[in-house]
Nanobody
Framework: QVQVVESGGGLVQAGDSLRLSCAAS??????LGWFRQAPGKDRDFVAA????????YYADSVKGRFAISRDIGKITVYLQMNSLKPEDTAVYYC?????????????????WGQGTQVTVSS
């Protein structure tokens, strides 16, 4: 059974940091990614990491503030979010891809978690 489970969301103030975790199991995957969706908006790419090799990719809006990493032993991916802004408020989703389709495209991922809410107050 495939499981993709996020954790770590919460309510923080602007400028604070938060770390999200994503545990994936039940499949062999090539890449894990993070997307976010604010109310009334599309689901946008945030960051991704290739499981083998560890290459990372970021949306321009989070470069220099967010960092994606992986723990191979725990089969877990982390999203360290620093210098958070109110515009980072969204539901954050973790997704797993079996192959190497477009890393920034939601359609490039095969399995999704249930999402975790991140709220940044000003």
């Amino acid at each position: 059974q495939v499981q993709v489970v996020e954790s770590g969301g919460g309510l923080v103030q602007a400028g604070d940091s938060l770390r999200l975790s994503c545990a994936a199991s039940g499949l062999t995957f090539a890449r894990l990614g993070w997307f976010r969706q604010a109310p009334g908006k599309d689901r946008d790419f945030v960051a991704a990491i290739n499981w083998n090799g560890g290459s990372t990719y970021y949306a321009d809006s989070v470069k220099g503030r967010f960092a994606i990493s992986r723990d191979i032993g725990k089969i877990t991916v982390y999203l360290q979010m620093n210098s958070l802004k109110p515009e980072d408020t969204a539901v954050y989703y973790c997704a797993a891809a079996r192959g190497y389709k477009g890393y920034a495209l939601a359609g490039g991922y095969d399995y999704w978690g249930q999402g975790t809410q991140v709220t940044v107050s000003s």
